[in-house]
């Protein structure tokens, strides 16, 4: 018979298309409802992968914030509530316990199974169909096997026939659902019923949180569990190893890692990270199976460094809380600036918090007083007045002042000192604080030229550093100045500011009557100056204020051994509705050390000081001394007297 090639490639060809369309049969036919089912259970998901906020560093490379890993854990809860009910469910469809169901299936293993009964009943046994259970399985099958005994003895064998469903459980995959209220409140530290109520209160929602910012190892514990609806988010926690020390300044992040406060606020922007994503198989329970690919690396955000100095952040807070105990004080602040640059060296305000302790972040404890408290200056302006006037040559730097009998009258107004000084020099003006003198002086000027000093030293605008909750002073136009607002401003009463203010108007003493711009960032080179007063005029005015720390001055207390220290106080009565308080009080120093060569200008003020003594020369001076001790010693600065002297 003669070989036909062609009808073998036909018959190859029709052979390949019948194999073809039964596997498609058996695929889409008789197996479609078992692929539709592992389908649903392996499904590709795309997952955030959290991203740290950029590290806060203090000038010397010390850190002031930083995120760390943390984990949360939350619950599908309508997931989570489902398995328990049909759990529950089950176990009542049998009869037993939770307890009765774990001994009678670790007594009858088989491989992975274990065999809990024949059911007979077809409505129990469409009962537990219906549950659709992960790890319990109905099976008709003949089999004998041999349970396995803990003792190793030969045990009893079991014999199941295919006349009925046999109710098999794998004991693994029931674990997702078994004892998970109690299994949770364990490693969560609370308890069964208060995990319980919260997951059957939103039974409905698909997400719920349990807890967050849980330390990894305890995270992983959950995880392990492989609890049915509970998951794992990776997420980052805030923590601020300086504490209270910096929390005003640095701020604190909400429970989603947001700047709330500080500098956590002001450039939240800059300091968030960008979320990354990735691609995951999970399982219909929800757990990851498999890893797919990374679509997005998380990005960190940006680092600062700032100008702080750590150190002499410390140095300052310890003082602070010194002086509050012992004045029993309401409150005190205090900044340090590097006088060649305007950076912000120390910012503290008192009371304080730890940002680390979510219960403290609320009250007032979280106000920023430096920057959120107006005051009257008092005092602390006197040396710009004599300045201003030594400057446009309203004054010689020996007038004689008198300011007999210790009192004078501006518009019906009585203005007063707190004796008989006499006749006075502009540098004893300062060393006396001589509220005459200063009005006297004051006068010898025109309103614009007072007025235009004060807008120049930045009283009626803000520090420019961005901070939030600053609050800006109110300078009244001098178009509406009377003889009274002139004079009464010469010593620092009838316009406000915050206490950074008048620390960046010292900047005026410590560079020969130059202004700069402040900063919190630390700074490559010194900024661009602006003259505000003549170099001389301000330099003669920075040696009367030496006499303010000497015998006979106000603040003897200022002084730093070896040292040259240039400085003026100011005790002003608090204001109220109407008026002033009688008996209530800011303690205020301002000094600049050291005078043959500036490196710091610090103010201090202290807040109603309760113990009978209440002169910024006796309670707010040794605050600044006890600072700048550490601080000149920290910053190498050289001696500029002979330690004997004074």
């Known amino acids: 018979m003669k070989f036909r090639r062609d009808r073998v490639v036909f018959a190859l060809i029709i052979v390949g298309f019948v194999a073809v369309l039964s596997r498609a049969f058996y695929v889409q036919v008789l197996q479609s409802s078992f692929l539709q089912e592992e389908g649903s259970k392996r499904q590709v998901r795309t997952l955030d992968i959290p991203a740290p906020r950029g590290v806060i560093y203090d000038r010397n490379g010390d850190l002031l914030a930083l995120s760390t890993p943390m984990a949360s854990v939350w619950v599908d809860a309508k997931v989570f509530y ?201 399982d219909r329970a929800g757990r990851v199976i498999d890893f797919v690919k990374d679509v997005r690396p998380a990005k960190p955000g940006s680092d600062i460094t700032l100008s702080i100095d750590k150190q002499i952040q410390f140095f300052a807070y310890r003082a602070l809380k010194s002086v509050m105990i012992e004045h029993q004080a309401e409150s005190a602040s205090a900044v340090v600036l590097d006088a060649k640059t305007g950076e912000v060296l120390a910012m503290v305000s008192l009371p304080g918090y730890n940002p680390n302790d979510r219960t403290q972040l609320k009250g007032r404890a979280i106000r920023n007083r430096v920057i959120t408290d107006l005051i009257e200056p008092g005092s602390t ?76 030293v930045g009283f009626s605008r803000d520090s420019g550093l961005y901070l939030p909750g600053e609050a800006s002073g109110y300078l009244k136009p001098v178009a509406q100045w009377q003889p009274l607002d002139q004079v009464s401003a010469s010593y620092g009463y009838g316009f406000n500011i915050n206490l950074l203010n008048l620390a960046h108007a010292y900047l005026l003493f410590a560079n020969q009557g130059e202004m700069m711009p402040l900063s919190l960032f630390k700074l490559d080179q010194p900024p661009e100056k602006t003259r505000v007063v003549g170099a001389q005029a301000t330099e003669a005015t920075l040696r009367m204020m030496e006499k303010v720390v000497a015998p006979g001055g106000t603040a003897p207390k200022a002084q730093i051994p070896g040292y040259r220290v240039a400085g003026k106080t100011g005790t002003v009565h608090k204001t109220k509705q109407g008026g002033y308080e009688q008996n209530e009080y800011v303690s205020l120093f301002a000094g600049v050390v050291p005078v043959s060569d500036p490196d710091m200008v610090m103010v201090v003020a202290i807040n109603e000081p309760s113990r009978g003594v209440y002169y910024g020369g006796s309670v707010a001076a040794p605050v600044f001394k006890e600072v700048m001790q550490h601080a000149l010693r920290l910053r190498n600065v050289p001696h500029d007297q002979n330690m004997e002297e004074r």
């Not at 004599?386 to 007038?399: F, H, P, Q, S, W």
């Not at 004893?428 to 006068?443: D, F, M, T, Y």
Request: hydrophobic share 35%.
């Open 82 to 282: 489902g398995y328990q009910q049909n759990y529950a469910q089950f176990l009542r469809v049998l009869g037993i316990s939770e307890t009765e169901l774990m001994t009678l299936a670790h007594a009858q293993q088989h491989k992975r199974l274990s065999f809990i009964r024949q059911e007979p009943d077809p409505q129990v046994v469409k009962a537990i169909e219906e549950l659709e259970l992960p790890g319990i399985y109905l099976k008709k099958v003949d089999l004998s096997f041999h349970p396995k005994r803990e003792d190793g003895r030969s045990a009893q064998t079991i014999t199941v026939n295919s006349q009925s469903p046999s109710i098999w459980v794998d004991m693994e995959q029931l674990n997702g659902v078994q004892q998970a209220y109690a299994k949770l409140a364990k490693l969560l530290n609370t308890s069964r019923d208060k995990v319980k109520r919260k997951i059957e209160r939103a039974s409905e929602r698909r997400f719920v949180y349990l807890q967050r910012s849980l330390e990894p190892y305890v995270a992983q514990q959950i995880e392990a569990l492989d609890l049915y609806g509970v998951y794992i988010q990776d997420e980052y926690k805030r923590y601020y190893p300086a504490g209270e020390i910096a929390g005003h300044l640095i701020g604190f992040t909400n429970i989603d890692d947001q700047g709330q406060e500080g500098l956590e606020l002001a450039y939240n922007d800059w300091l968030k990270g960008k979320a990354g994503q990735k691609q995951v198989i999970k």
């Open 381 to 456: 302006v006197k040396p710009f007045i004599v300045a201003k006037a030594l400057d446009v040559g309203a004054i010689t730097l020996d007038e004689k002042i008198d300011t007999s009998p210790g009192a004078i009258r501006v518009q019906g107004y009585r203005i007063t000192d707190t004796h008989n000084h006499g006749v006075l020099t502009p540098e004893e003006v300062i060393q006396k604080s001589s509220n005459v003198g200063a009005s006297k002086i004051a006068l010898k000027m025109s309103a614009e030229q007072e007025w235009e000093l004060w807008k120049a």
